[in-house]
């Protein structure tokens, strides 16, 4: 029997694009947002509520019903988006997009009926938002460089002297 070690490997462990970190996120963000509102309906009383037409102090109506819908379409909207639209305009999106839900989460924590619950999900929901802002924000810059050209354009033919 050998006592010779297997050799080993290393994982391949590539850099993760920051418009895959941002869309990554962006669905993290709905999924928990989406739980927390789905386990809410557990909560006593809430399903009464909704069934006399309240969700928390607001009637229920085409309104609120558009309202609810545009709210939750921007952060949904924003997984197709990061990894669409040209560079700049991905990392402005991102930025504002994320420093806009910040309130609308921190809101959220108040109609919870169950505050660790809610406020649990508003924190986790306030790191997501946090990590968007910090990986647009520290989006990769390519500096131009005077030794090699553009690999973006085209090589363009020198004329004989």
């Known amino acids: 029997m050998s006592t010779t070690p297997a050799p080993t490997t290393t994982l391949d462990d590539r850099p993760v694009?920051?418009?895959?970190?941002?869309?990554?996120?962006?669905?993290?963000?709905?999924?928990?947002?989406a739980y927390v509102d789905i386990l809410g309906f557990y909560t006593p009383g809430?399903?009464?509520?909704?069934?006399?037409?309240?969700?928390?102090?607001?009637d229920l109506s085409q309104t609120f019903s558009i309202s609810a819908l545009t709210l939750m379409a921007?952060?949904?909207?924003?997984?197709?988006?990061?990894?669409?639209?040209?560079?700049r305009a991905s990392r402005t999106a991102n930025l504002v997009v994320a420093a806009l839900y910040v309130p609308v989460?921190?809101?959220n924590v108040a109609g919870g009926f169950?505050?660790?619950y809610y406020g649990l999900g508003v924190v986790l929901e306030l790191v997501l938002l946090a990590l968007v802002v910090r990986y647009?924000?520290?989006?990769?810059?390519?500096?131009?460089?005077a030794t090699s050209p553009d690999p973006r354009r085209e090589a363009v033919p020198s004329r004989p002297a």
């Open 105 to 107: 989460t921190v809101f």
């Open 136 to 145: 647009a924000w520290t989006w990769p810059r390519i500096a131009p460089s």
């Open 114 to 116: 169950y505050l660790y």
């Open 17 to 33: 694009p920051v418009r895959a970190k941002l869309a990554a996120v962006w669905t993290s963000f709905m999924f928990l947002y």
């Open 74 to 87: 921007v952060p949904i909207l924003m997984v197709t988006l990061s990894l669409t639209l040209p560079a």
């Open 46 to 58: 809430v399903v009464a509520d909704i069934l006399d037409g309240k969700v928390f102090t607001f």
